[in-house]
């Protein structure tokens, strides 16, 4: 496996007055991998992915995502990444054409580069017929898709999403993780959280925050064993369980 | 006695060009922890509103503990309690504020039913004078379901409680429902999530305003017309793909750690081995396939339609 380091942190902090939402997280992901970011409601995940993204300072620590600074460069590590969450996503009052291109341009494609790439997108999806429909008309699954896809349109580094599956059905939820598994194949890290523990089973590595600290890193597999439980289900309920801090 | 009765209810949207709920027919027991299990869109924010009275269905009858929904809206409504999808307390009054303002609502007040929602209320009671949009998710989530029973409805409608809340939450907000339930509360709730079938006494299973099914959680799994087998080995995902191009598995499915698959014709043992053997060969380490018993998920993605 290639073991290029797209994200690295070092004891990665984030205070807002006396309280600690981000605990000193240390952690690496390598270039192509799945990587689960997982941990209940408030344990900090937002705020941790928020620096991740450059859209936050930290308060302390230090972090490097995709070769750049966390504090210096985060206009380039947003030009380096691509972000998609259930709530966000897409313009549903543009044309899933005048999405794409929108995407594209302030990810600075050229529009010649947008068109060419398009085409190829609309056929794989196979939407060809819907591409002058509002997004807002679709259906809720192709609306995903098209999100996702919009997201790695650029081809970024990462891709960070924030519970991408919630509410789709089984069929489009597992369609879905066709397409996370294509990008990871092309290069493409996937930086991803979710409620579902069946998908936490398909990321290649889970951590696990309680509290805005990193309780455990490894594989599905490894956790699994290491707590003696036959699902991430139980792991992360044993785990969640022993919270001090009450939600969100 | 049913506490709630839809008889062919169909709503369309856009001047019939959505087509939300389509003939439904369902009845709720007196006392049931009945589940709507379906995805965003299959209807079942629609059917809530129609039996909250909220909204006129196209078609159709429904009640609700004896009331017709169209006539009898108002003795719905006094004796429903209803928590939205979306969180729709009032935001800029704390805690406190909001519970007190649903019981003077109806006509009570917190002491007179506080036993009711004490067990959920001591979680929040810490934060009452806080106000309810600066709550947390979890919190904002016990608030809504208190403010929900305050007037001892006859009838609870809980639309997705759980949707975007984590494991530990989930399992024991669905604690709480077991324990109203206890209390004689009929219980009429939706979830995105499959793995919260087995909470309910019964279940519907529904996709694009159709019901696809209505039994108990075992009755749906005995159901399931085929048998089923769990497969994994060292490279999932390339699994997947061979399974995919496998002429002698009908369907294969990702769940987890293992994919679930069916064989075109029974599967029998010698089918099996030569699969084995065929992926072995394609270069498959540390294959294991067995029979499992089928999660809700499996017979949810049976019945929906092609």
Redesign the interface.
């Known amino acids: 496996m290639n073991r290029e380091i797209v994200i690295q942190t070092e004891r990665l902090s984030k205070h807002f007055g006396d309280f600690v939402a981000v605990n000193e997280i240390s952690f690496e992901v390598y270039a192509g991998e799945i990587f689960g970011f997982l941990g209940a409601n408030g344990a900090g995940k937002t705020t941790a992915m928020r620096m991740l993204c450059g859209l936050s300072i930290p308060t302390s620590g230090q972090a490097r995502i995709a070769g750049y600074d966390v504090y210096k460069n985060t206009e380039d590590i947003k030009k380096n990444i691509g972000y998609m969450s259930q709530k966000f996503s897409l313009y549903e009052d543009l044309t899933l054409e005048e999405n794409i291109r929108f995407f594209g341009g302030i990810y600075g494609m050229s529009s010649r580069q947008i068109k060419a790439k398009s085409d190829a997108l609309v056929e794989k999806l196979g939407m060809e017929n819907e591409t002058k429909k509002l997004v807002g008309a679709l259906p809720l699954g192709w609306k995903q898709k098209i999100a996702f896809s919009s997201a790695i349109f650029h081809d970024p580094k990462i891709v960070f999403l924030d519970e991408p599956t919630g509410g789709v059905d089984p069929i489009t939820r597992r369609q879905f993780w066709d397409l996370i598994y294509e990008a990871a194949d092309r290069g493409i890290t996937v930086f991803v959280t979710t409620h579902y523990m069946d998908e936490a089973e398909y990321c290649n590595r889970l951590s696990m925050m309680v509290d805005g600290a990193i309780k455990a890193l490894d594989s599905p597999a490894n956790l699994k064993e290491q707590y003696r439980a036959a699902s991430m289900d139980e792991v992360f309920y044993e785990m969640a369980r022993g919270a001090q801090r009450k939600a969100d | 006695m049913k506490d709630v009765v839809l008889e062919h209810i169909t709503k369309s949207y856009n001047k019939g060009a959505v087509r939300a709920v389509e003939d439904v027919s369902l009845e709720v027991d007196k006392g049931e922890l009945f589940g709507l299990i379906?995805?965003?869109?299959?209807g079942k924010t629609s059917i809530f509103r129609i039996l909250t009275t909220l909204l006129l269905a196209d078609s159709g009858s429904a009640a609700v503990h004896g009331f017709d929904v169209v006539k009898d809206f108002r003795a719905i409504r006094s004796r429903v309690g209803y928590m939205p999808g979306r969180f729709s307390l009032y935001q800029d009054l704390t805690v406190e504020e909001n519970l007190s303002f649903f019981a003077t609502v109806f006509n009570t007040s917190i002491q007179e039913n506080y036993d009711l929602i004490k067990d959920i209320y001591e979680?929040i009671e810490p934060f009452k004078k806080r106000r309810a949009g600066k709550?947390?998710?979890?919190?904002k989530q016990k608030l809504a379901l208190c403010c929900a029973l305050i007037h001892r409805p006859e009838v609870l409608f809980l639309d997705e409680p759980t949707?975007?809340?984590?494991?530990?939450?989930?399992?024991e907000f669905w604690g709480m429902l077991r324990r109203l339930k206890e209390q004689g509360i009929t219980i009429l709730v939706s979830t995105?999530?499959?793995?919260e079938a087995t909470l309910c006494e019964r279940i519907a299973l529904i996709?694009n305003g159709r019901i696809m099914s209505v039994e108990t959680p075992d009755n749906i799994i005995a159901s399931y017309p085929h048998a089923l087998y769990a497969i994994r080995s060292e490279n999932?995902?390339a699994l997947l793909h061979d399974l995919r191009r496998a002429g002698e598995v009908a369907s294969s499915?990702?769940?987890?750690?293992h994919h679930h698959i069916t064989f075109r014709a029974g599967g029998e043992e010698a089918v099996q081995q030569n699969l084995l053997q065929r992926l072995r060969e394609a270069g498959h380490r540390e294959l294991s396939l067995q029979p499992i018993r089928p999660t809700i998920?499996d017979c949810?993605?049976q019945q929906?339609p092609a």
């Open positions: 379906g995805p965003d869109g299959a979680h709550l947390s998710g979890g919190m949707t975007g809340v984590d494991a530990v939450s989930r399992k995105p999530y499959m793995d996709q999932m995902n499915h990702s769940f987890g750690d998920e949810f993605i929906m």
